[in-house]
């Protein structure tokens, strides 16, 4: 048995504490790597805290959601639905649908394959029409992309040798609480980032630059919604700094139950990003699309370094379900998730429009939990909470018999 190590603040997680730490195998410290399995010799606890404080409570803190079945960090939902696409796709081993599927990938020297990805594009729009108001004609160039990350690293990079070669000094900005991979991208390719207050947009366009590029997510990934004023943003930032580029992440459409509108006509949206990873449940299928104004030639060859199984099955899953209809089926199971989380963790949360989230605000002061939580900037944050794995096991225990999600590993460049 380990010792007694973590002494938390107010000791309402230290129970909680031990029993993680008797059972993990490893965990990164902060400036030094510290390895802990099960009897081994510790350092003296003061110590340890002192050093790894903030990792033991994020630990500590991330293995108490692991307990009651969710996560801070998003996870895709494999859905029946996910894997009934699969399965047709695939088809028996000497189906008509199995014998499909190999033959797209035969005689690539006919450049059939070509369809494959055009197909999947003119799928997405029409998928997304009720939601999505997207000139094709005003975004010649489409490439599929292993996922919306893909395509944001790319445009990221491609924007810092845009400005090396042009002698500018890029910026990229984006709303406190976004999605970690803008930033994470932007360090990765030396590009300072700025973080602004949603709420404080008008003022944000006061400190945008005709030369810099915004990254954003709509649905948010801050709080899980659609953000009301996203048009009024992109609206205004064209008519004040008509030269600055909005890039549009659109990685959550598709897991939205109730109707909403995205205009990416507005000539100030450069590139608008897709995936079906969260939509679909198809994450580790890495399935994505990027639709851009300009040529991005880093990407060019993505028409033929793609995955054509993956766009397949994207395809695929586009053809059978509606864009609202699995938010809509799962609704319930989101509410019934929310109903037994703020049972178990005394979290005042609802559901959010993203079906995989639960929003709340905190309470005043906020617990440690809360703390751990929260997105967004000082007294606008919210707790936001992902229910993929409790949701999971609700919809099929044989997706899921473990819901305890495992630590992550924070993302660093
Ligand atoms: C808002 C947003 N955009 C993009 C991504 C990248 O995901 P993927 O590359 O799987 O499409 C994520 C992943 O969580 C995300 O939350």
């Known amino acids: ?119 999947f594009f003119d799928l997405w729009l029409a998928w997304t029409k009720p939601i999505v108001q997207l000139n094709s004609q005003q975004f010649p160039h489409r490439y599929p992309i292993s996922g919306a990350s893909e395509g944001l690293r790319e445009a990221i990079h491609a924007y810092g040798v845009q400005a090396r070669l042009e002698g500018f000094e890029p910026a990229i900005h984006v709303f406190e609480g976004e999605y970690e991979g803008y930033a994470a991208y932007a360090r990765a390719a030396g590009i300072g980032l700025k973080t602004h207050r949603r709420s404080q947009w ?29 048009d009024s943003f992109v609206g205004e930032l064209a008519d004040r700094v008509p030269n600055a580029q909005i890039m549009l992440d659109l990685s959550y459409v598709g897991c939205v139950a109730r109707g909403f509108q995205v205009f990416a ?34 990407l060019f060859g993505n028409k033929w370094f793609k995955n054509v199984s993956s766009l397949l099955i994207g395809s695929a899953f586009m053809s059978r379900y509606g864009v609202q ?24 949360l609802r559901p959010a429009d993203i079906l995989l989230l639960a929003i709340g605000e905190p309470s005043k002061p906020p617990s440690d939990l809360e703390r751990f939580l929260l997105r967004g900037p000082g007294e606008e944050a919210l707790v936001r909470v992902c229910l993929t794995a409790k949701m999971a096991h609700q919809i099929d225990p044989r997706l899921s018999p473990h819901v305890q999600a495992r630590h992550y590993e924070k993302w660093t460049s």
């Open 202 to 230: 008008r003022q944000a366009i006061d400190e945008t630059k005709a030369t810099d590029q915004w990254y954003l997510s709509q649905p948010s990934g801050i709080d899980g919604n659609v953000w009301d004023d996203c």
């Open 1 to 119: 048995m380990l010792p007694n190590i973590v002494k938390h603040r107010d000791g309402r997680w230290l129970g909680r504490a031990l029993s993680i730490l008797d059972s993990i195998d490893a965990f990164r410290g902060g400036d030094q790597d510290l390895a802990l399995q099960v009897g081994d010799t510790l350092p003296p606890a003061e110590k340890l805290w002192d050093n790894h404080c903030m990792d033991i409570s994020h630990l500590t803190l991330s293995t108490c959601l692991a307990e009651a079945g969710v996560s801070k960090i998003v996870y895709a939902l494999v859905m029946p639905e996910t894997e009934a696409t699969i399965d047709a796709i695939l088809g028996d081993r000497s189906s008509a649908e199995r014998e499909g599927y190999r033959s797209a990938f035969r005689e690539a020297w006919t450049q059939k394959q070509d369809r494959v990805h055009e197909s």
């Open 265 to 298: 006509d507005s000539p100030n949206i450069a590139a608008v990003f897709f995936s079906l990873s969260k939509p679909a449940g198809m994450y580790y299928h890495r399935i994505g699309g990027m639709w851009s104004r300009k040529e991005y030639p880093g």
């Open 325 to 348: 209809e699995l938010p809509r089926r799962y609704a319930p199971q989101q509410q019934i998730a929310v109903d037994s989380l703020r049972q178990q963790l005394g979290l005042n």
